[in-house]
């Protein structure tokens, strides 16, 4: 449960005045954000309550209002809240899509991941052009809406100083965190380039546990079970990640749908270089990459245990081979006037065997 500030409780009650049908989402970090509905327009609002340190408060409204891009949320409005001097609320459209990790559980398609980073990639563009690094970017950050992928958080945005090309960095998302970041807390443009990374990779289909026990060794796992406190728990698993972070072993490429193809693990490797000097050091580059590796490769996406592409001669289904008792082996079949047929000689077999068969 959230536990909600008696003021932000109050400025809730003032707004029921032009709003209505509150919804608390308690996902995000960085303050309080509810769903409503106006009144009048019927309009889908977020309203975001923060508080922050002092002369630094602000700056997430501010950053948010100063960026054009169809790839960032727009802010319709930022108010204090009454009669507090700590907190103060922004009021944005709400996205109903949901954020990236709902997309990502429903498993997209390569190229409809491929063009989701593309717009993250335009959206971090802009807010480099500003001068400022966004420090945070995660899936449960990048919102949907009507297919546009759009960066929703500012609250770890920093704006450099003139002649800077560093600030501290966050402690939030310590799995998103570059491996860099943790003996130095500095935070460059390569940062953001490494989180891109991260996102590309489990957009793509890679699996990243949110849940840190899922990374510890069995000796760690002893570790944790004899510790009896909380903190010293959370501490552990922050130094568990740290070290695979570090070592570049959070990202499992096995774990990546067959259709991935070598380039586009390339890119994730170059993206997420533990070494910041080895990482591909803009994000022209990135959209370089990008772009090519989705002009190479058909829009291979998941059906259940199937695998479905759309191809110039109908579309194309490979299911788990019924005569083959080994994974991974498929039968192909192609849509016709009278529903799906075997592909006449293809005979069964890997993902890649049959692609490169019917010239996918």
Same mark, same amino acid.
């Given at each position: 449960?959230?536990?909600?500030?008696?003021?932000?409780?109050?400025?809730?009650?003032?707004?029921?005045?032009?709003?209505?049908?509150?919804? @608390?989402?308690?996902?995000? @970090?960085?303050?309080?954000?509810?769903?409503?509905?106006?009144? #009048?327009?019927?309009?889908?609002?977020?309203?975001?309550?923060?508080?922050?340190?002092?002369?630094?408060?602000?700056?997430?409204?501010?950053?948010?209002?100063?960026?054009?891009?169809?790839?960032?949320?727009?802010?319709?409005? @930022?108010?204090?809240?009454?009669?507090?001097?700590?907190?103060?609320?922004?009021?944005t459209p709400r996205?109903?899509?949901?954020?990236?990790?709902? #997309?990502?559980?429903?498993?997209?398609?390569?190229?409809?991941?491929?063009?989701?980073?593309?717009?993250?990639?335009?959206?971090?563009?802009?807010?480099?052009?500003?001068?400022?690094?966004?420090?945070?970017?995660?899936?449960?950050?990048?919102?949907?809406?009507?297919?546009? $992928?759009?960066?929703?958080?500012?609250?770890?945005?920093?704006?450099?100083?003139?002649?800077?090309?560093?600030?501290?960095?966050?402690?939030?998302?310590?799995?998103?965190? $570059?491996?860099?970041?943790?003996?130095?807390?500095?935070?460059?443009?390569?940062?953001?380039?490494?989180?891109?990374?991260?996102?590309?990779?489990? #957009?793509?289909?890679?699996?990243?546990?949110?849940?840190?026990?899922?990374?510890?060794?069995? @000796?760690?796992?002893?570790?944790?079970?004899?510790?009896?406190?909380?903190?010293?728990?959370? #501490?552990?698993?922050?130094?568990?990640?740290?070290?695979?972070?570090?070592?570049?072993?959070?990202?499992?490429?096995?774990?990546?749908?067959?259709?991935?193809t070598n380039s586009?693990?390339?890119?994730?490797?170059?993206?997420?270089? $533990?070494?910041?000097?080895?990482?591909?050091?803009?994000?022209?580059?990135?959209?370089?990459?990008?772009?090519?590796?989705?002009?190479e490769v058909a829009?291979?996406?998941?059906?259940?245990?199937?695998?479905?592409?759309?191809?110039?001669?109908?579309?194309?289904?490979?299911?788990?081979?019924?005569?083959?008792?080994?994974?991974?082996?498929?039968?192909?079949?192609?849509?016709?006037?009278?529903?799906?047929?075997?592909?006449?000689?293809?005979?069964?077999?890997?993902?890649?065997?049959?692609?490169?068969?019917?010239?996918?």
């Amino acid at each position: 449960m959230c536990r909600i500030p008696q003021e932000v409780q109050d400025e809730l009650t003032n707004l029921s005045q032009h709003y209505e049908g509150f919804e @608390a989402n308690c996902r995000g @970090a960085n303050g309080f954000l509810y769903f409503a509905v106006n009144r #009048l327009t019927r309009q889908h609002v977020a309203i975001k309550f923060y508080s922050g340190e002092p002369g630094r408060q602000h700056d997430e409204p501010r950053q948010l209002a100063s960026i054009d891009s169809q790839n960032v949320l727009p802010i319709h409005e @930022a108010r204090m809240v009454s009669g507090s001097s700590d907190w103060a609320f922004f009021i944005t459209p709400r996205c109903s899509e949901g954020d990236l990790d709902d #997309l990502i559980a429903s498993r997209p398609s390569i190229h409809q991941a491929l063009d989701i980073v593309l717009g993250i990639c335009h959206g971090v563009s802009t807010i480099h052009v500003k001068s400022m690094l966004h420090r945070d970017l995660k899936p449960g950050n990048i919102v949907m809406d009507k297919g546009v $992928p759009r960066i929703a958080d500012f609250g770890s945005v920093r704006k450099l100083d003139v002649g800077c090309t560093e600030t501290t960095a966050t402690r939030h998302s310590i799995l998103y965190r $570059p491996p860099e970041t943790f003996a130095s807390s500095k935070y460059t443009l390569l940062g953001d380039i490494y989180q891109i990374g991260m996102v590309t990779y489990q #957009l793509l289909g890679g699996i990243l546990h949110y849940d840190g026990k899922d990374y510890m060794t069995r @000796a760690e796992r002893k570790r944790y079970d004899s510790i009896d406190n909380d903190c010293d728990r959370s #501490l552990l698993i922050d130094d568990v990640i740290r070290m695979r972070a570090e070592a570049g072993k959070l990202i499992y490429f096995d774990s990546l749908p067959p259709w991935v193809t070598n380039s586009a693990k390339s890119l994730i490797r170059q993206t997420t270089n $533990p070494d910041p000097q080895k990482r591909l050091q803009t994000i022209g580059d990135v959209v370089a990459g990008l772009t090519r590796i989705r002009s190479e490769v058909a829009d291979w996406k998941w059906d259940g245990q199937n695998i479905i592409v759309q191809s110039d001669k109908g579309q194309v289904e490979l299911r788990p081979s019924l005569s083959s008792a080994e994974r991974d082996v498929y039968s192909a079949y192609r849509q016709g006037a009278n529903g799906f047929r075997r592909v006449s000689g293809v005979p069964d077999g890997s993902f890649k065997e049959i692609a490169k068969k019917l010239n996918l």
